[in-house]
């Protein structure tokens, strides 16, 4: 699985998504942060994490470059700013292959 994250410039925002995945139960999983400022965002700890730097790029050309890097078998695309439950992914991946499809959706909450 790969959870590609677009960012345009609001650090705050991305690290708390990068939390999020960091505190994910399931564990074999990359993480790409795409983004479009040379800005450092703190990545988590963890082995699979790496940033894209794309200047000037607005979110759909980062969400491409992070789809064209991206080597998961499932993708997962999150907006800086959007916090996932620490069973997330591994809902995601045990739903994809129990249903064997090749989309998958789910709710969100605001808060």
Do not use: C
């Not at 400022?37 to 894209?52: F, I």
């Not at 069973?87 to 292959?97: F, I, K, R, T």
């Amino acid at each position: 699985m790969t959870v590609v994250i677009p960012t345009d410039g609001i650090g705050d925002l991305a690290e708390q998504t990068l939390r999020s995945i960091a505190n994910q139960s399931l564990w074999w999983f990359e993480v790409i942060l795409v983004q479009s400022h040379q800005d450092p965002v703190a990545l988590p700890d963890l082995p699979s994490a790496r940033t894209l730097i794309r200047p000037g790029a607005d979110v759909a050309a980062l969400r491409n470059a992070g789809l064209e890097a991206a080597t998961g078998r499932f993708i997962v695309f999150l907006d800086a700013g959007d916090t996932l439950q620490p069973d997330a992914l591994l809902w995601w991946v045990d739903g994809m292959l129990r249903e064997d499809t090749k989309l998958g959706v789910s709710n969100f909450s605001r808060v």
